[in-house]
């Protein structure tokens, strides 16, 4: 798909193919005047001032900001049913200790493949019509081979159909299903569903929830193991409900990343610094479940690269929003516009072993962009709960157009 994009105000972007860290956590280019030149789907020019002749589409972006496409690093966004009543209790002050999660678990167990996909569809057409145009999405509401497979197939007809990128992970360590026992459990995971899942290209990574009340230090090590071994990347849900030395854990794998991390400890932050591991925080948990912010600055000064993502999901973060989060990591979390957005673009694009594709502007990266109804990238985390993003372009594809504003007569 060939495109130009012209009349760009300002253009925001991070640069390369690794995660930005430390003092350069929030480096960004920013041109003015710019245009983006796409063909066959790709960036083949970013430039300013005078556009080139093209013969193909055109897109004026009318002087409005544009970035990368957002990347949404960590999802649960397939699932049926709703948790209103769990959302209720928690309003009137009840905890949440992941319980709902085999509430959830049951609804998808119900459901069909075809069911998951006609109901994760306009979630995720929501997602890009918010901005993000790569969307990770984790299994783990199935617990049994067949419907964990289930999961992740919709998954992939979902990618198949629609013009996000979207990047599947196997979660079969999210709960403990309650027919079996723990111990069975983890050895089907370990010697049937690992390998089928690597086997069938039906996921990219393997995560597990290592938490306080689901998978021990001990077990997570095992399943990851398992799962690096069989060819998949290595995530984990670490240190969310309360520290237990998951972040630990995920520099002594050299996790690709370590996410929530509300919890996490100075030497988890160190082991995750030395190994490279991303932090993938999700402040819409934090912001839901009131519990405390990440420790984005921490990280950050520790050299730990940060992404940014909703863990869109029924239960602990019902918010598909990627600029909400920008902006709960801007006014709570002490990043800065420009941290927030390479968090949500190069560093989670990192996150999950994308960055060589997406997360970026620049030539030979796919042509995913955000054109906003903006002076600059600054504004898309101030103007909170409305939705500024003007067209997505995914692939080098208007993937979505807000509609005019009717003119007053
Ligand atoms: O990322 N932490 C574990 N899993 C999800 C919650 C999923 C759910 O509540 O359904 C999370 O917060
Ligand atoms: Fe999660």
Same mark, same amino acid.
């Not at 009349?7 to 920013?30: D, M, S």
């Not at 005078?50 to 004026?60: K, M, S």
């Not at 519990?291 to 992404?307: M, T």
């Given at each position: 798909?060939?495109?130009?994009?012209?009349?760009?105000?300002?253009?925001?972007?991070?640069?390369?193919?690794?995660?930005?860290?430390?003092?350069?956590?929030?480096?960004?280019?920013?041109?003015?005047?710019?245009?983006?030149?796409?063909?066959?789907?790709?960036?083949?020019?970013?430039?300013?001032?005078?556009?080139?002749?093209?013969?193909?589409?055109?897109?004026?972006?009318?002087?409005?900001?544009?970035?990368?496409?957002?990347?949404?690093?960590?999802?649960?966004?397939?699932?049926?049913?709703?948790?209103?009543?769990?959302?209720?209790?928690?309003?009137?002050?009840?905890?949440?200790?992941?319980?709902?999660?085999?509430?959830?678990?049951?609804?998808?167990?119900?459901?069909?493949?075809?069911?998951?996909?006609?109901?994760?569809?306009?979630?995720?057409?929501?997602?890009?019509?918010?901005?993000?145009?790569?969307?990770?999405?984790?299994?783990?509401?199935?617990?049994?081979?067949?419907?964990?497979?289930?999961?992740?197939?919709?998954?992939?007809?979902?990618?198949?159909?629609?013009?996000?990128?979207?990047?599947?992970?196997?979660?079969?360590?999210?709960?403990?299903?309650?027919?079996?026992?723990?111990?069975?459990?983890?050895?089907?995971?370990?010697?049937?569903?690992?390998?089928?899942?690597?086997?069938?290209?039906?996921?990219?990574?393997?995560?597990?929830?290592?938490?306080?009340?689901?998978? +021990?230090?001990?077990? =997570?090590?095992? *399943?990851? %193991? $398992?799962? @690096?071994?069989?060819? /998949?990347?290595?995530?984990?849900? &670490? #240190?969310?409900?309360?520290?237990?030395?998951?972040?630990?854990?995920?520099?002594?794998?050299?996790?690709?990343?370590?996410?929530?991390?509300?919890?996490?400890?100075?030497?988890?932050?160190?082991?995750?610094?030395?190994?490279?591991?991303?932090?993938?925080?999700?402040?819409?948990?934090?912001?839901?479940?009131?519990?405390?912010?990440?420790?984005?600055?921490?990280?950050?000064?520790?050299?730990?690269?940060?992404?940014?993502?909703?863990?869109?999901?029924?239960?602990?973060?019902?918010?598909?929003?990627?600029?909400?989060?920008?902006?709960?990591?801007?006014?709570?979390?002490?990043?800065?516009?420009?941290?927030?957005?390479?968090?949500? +673009?190069?560093?989670? =694009?990192?996150? *999950?072993? %994308? $960055?060589? @594709?997406?997360?970026? /502007?620049?030539?030979?990266?796919? &042509? #995913?962009?955000?054109?906003?109804?903006?002076?600059?990238?600054?504004?898309?985390?101030?103007?909170?709960?409305?939705?500024?993003?003007?067209?997505?372009?995914?692939?080098?594809?208007?993937?979505?157009?807000?509609?005019?504003?009717?003119?007053?007569?």
């Amino acid at each position: 798909m060939d495109l130009l994009v012209y009349g760009i105000g300002e253009l925001a972007t991070p640069i390369g193919q690794e995660p930005n860290r430390g003092a350069g956590q929030g480096e960004l280019t920013v041109v003015r005047d710019a245009y983006v030149l796409v063909r066959d789907g790709r960036i083949a020019e970013v430039g300013a001032g005078r556009w080139p002749r093209f013969a193909g589409p055109t897109l004026d972006a009318e002087g409005r900001t544009v970035t990368p496409g957002l990347v949404d690093p960590h999802t649960h966004a397939v699932f049926a049913g709703n948790r209103v009543q769990e959302f209720l209790a928690r309003a009137r002050g009840e905890k949440y200790t992941g319980g709902g999660i085999l509430t959830t678990v049951q609804a998808v167990r119900e459901a069909p493949e075809g069911e998951l996909v006609r109901l994760a569809r306009p979630r995720l057409l929501r997602m890009l019509e918010l901005g993000a145009t790569t969307v990770e999405i984790k299994s783990g509401y199935g617990l049994t081979t067949a419907d964990e497979l289930k999961m992740l197939r919709a998954i992939r007809r979902l990618g198949e159909e629609l013009p996000l990128t979207l990047v599947p992970t196997f979660l079969g360590a999210h709960a403990f299903p309650p027919e079996v026992s723990r111990e069975n459990y983890i050895r089907l995971m370990v010697e049937e569903m690992i390998p089928v899942v690597a086997g069938t290209g039906l996921a990219r990574f393997c995560d597990v929830f290592c938490d306080q009340g689901f998978y +021990t230090i001990e077990e =997570a090590r095992t *399943i990851l %193991l $398992a799962a @690096r071994a069989a060819g /998949l990347g290595v995530k984990i849900h &670490a #240190d969310e409900l309360a520290w237990v030395g998951a972040a630990e854990l995920a520099g002594e794998l050299s996790a690709t990343s370590a996410e929530h991390l509300l919890h996490v400890s100075q030497s988890g932050i160190e082991a995750m610094a030395h190994a490279g591991t991303v932090a993938v925080l999700l402040p819409g948990t934090a912001f839901v479940l009131d519990e405390p912010w990440p420790p984005a600055r921490d990280l950050i000064a520790a050299g730990v690269p940060v992404a940014l993502g909703t863990d869109f999901n029924p239960g602990s973060s019902p918010v598909a929003s990627l600029p909400l989060i920008l902006a709960l990591a801007v006014l709570r979390m002490g990043m800065s516009p420009a941290e927030a957005l390479v968090a949500a +673009t190069l560093n989670a =694009a990192a996150a *999950i072993g %994308l $960055a060589d @594709r997406v997360g970026s /502007l620049e030539p030979g990266k796919q &042509a #995913d962009l955000v054109v906003w109804d903006a002076e600059s990238y600054e504004e898309i985390p101030y103007w909170i709960g409305q939705n500024l993003a003007w067209a997505v372009v995914a692939r080098g594809r208007v993937g979505w157009r807000s509609s005019p504003t009717p003119s007053s007569t």
